[in-house]
């Protein structure tokens, strides 16, 4: 590959290593960050899983722009692959357990979609960025779904079940039915659609991180010039307007909503730029770190990680 492309795949690495780098440093509540952390995941764990993913960011942005050179199609990304790489590279460079799985799945596809929006122009494009993600996730295969739960495995994210019990990704047998059944990684998304945010990224094109956390994200820079702030109001709007997933799974949907709805009540009181928000806030970090972390809104983290990287590409600077 030649080294102008080598550049673009290395800088959008780098961006999105940033974006994780920032999303673990803000200091959102229920979430570890600089000064708050879990029994056994604390903040040092991400710094580490920011280090360990960004070579294979680098890799799928340079699918990205073989893709754009016409070198190979989309369904030779290899982006399950990929995946399952950036899972044991976090396994290698942390004790910490499943820190970022989210943030993986969610990025991943952003790093070959912003190969192929880079690949011959030197200016970045959001609304290219968006039409070039939804042919990369529509197009993998059932080797990217094998892969995939091969990485979720070794990621052991919290609150896992049987959602679907045909393909339950604790079945041995699971893989052989993706393969024999040709179900491609797309398909496994759909299917948790309802009850899961990333996968509903991946099926709808972003809507959560084009439509709401990115605009938000920019207005609140604007109106605050304080990263931290507008990237925690970031979150509680998120947290508002989607019940977290991980928290729906450990702690049920009712619970989820009822959190959503103190999300959007702090946000209401001025969160982190009024006495009274910053009171509310308080407390409601506090409210979500009971429980042995069932209240975590990781989902949620997840988004705004995938909301800073289309940020920092877009030319955003801390």
Not at 196 to 210: A, G, H, I, M, Q
Request: aromatic residues 8%; neutral net charge; contains cysteine.
């Amino acid at each position: 590959m030649h080294q102008p492309f080598l550049r673009k795949a290395k800088y959008v690495s780098s961006c999105l290593q940033l974006a994780i780098l920032l999303e673990a440093s803000a200091n959102k509540p229920g979430n570890v960050n600089r000064t708050e952390g879990f029994q056994n995941t604390r903040f040092e764990h991400f710094l580490a899983s920011a280090v360990a993913v960004e070579p294979y960011f680098a890799t799928a942005a340079q699918r990205g722009i073989q893709i754009s050179e016409g070198k190979i199609e989309h369904d030779e990304t290899g982006l399950g692959e990929i995946i399952r790489d950036e899972v044991m590279s976090v396994n290698a460079w942390q004790r910490g357990g499943n820190t970022i799985l989210g943030t993986i799945l969610l990025l991943s596809p952003i790093a070959v979609a912003s190969g192929i929006t880079l690949a011959n122009n030197d200016q970045f494009s959001i609304s290219e960025l968006r039409r070039n993600i939804k042919p990369v996730v529509e197009f993998t295969t059932p080797s990217d779904a094998v892969a995939v739960y091969e990485a979720i495995k070794l990621a052991s994210p919290g609150g896992l079940s049987n959602k679907t019990p045909a393909l339950d990704v604790n079945d041995p047998k699971s893989k052989e039915t993706i393969l024999a059944k040709k179900v491609t990684l797309y398909d496994i998304f759909r299917m948790s659609t309802p009850y899961d945010s990333v996968s509903k990224e991946w099926t709808e094109n972003y809507p959560l991180t084009f439509e709401i956390g990115f605009p938000f994200l920019t207005q609140q820079l604007e109106q605050t010039g304080n990263l931290n702030t507008a990237i925690v109001h970031t979150f509680l709007k998120l947290l508002s307007v989607a019940p977290d997933s991980l928290i729906a799974r450990k702690a049920g949907l009712k619970k989820a909503q009822k959190i959503s709805e103190k999300a959007s009540q702090v946000l209401k009181a001025g969160g982190s730029t009024t006495n009274y928000g910053r009171d509310m806030l308080f407390s409601f970090d506090k409210e979500l770190r009971r429980s042995a972390n069932q209240y975590n809104p990781g989902t949620t983290a997840d988004i705004v990680a995938s909301v800073l990287a289309v940020s920092v590409l877009n030319g955003y600077r801390p």
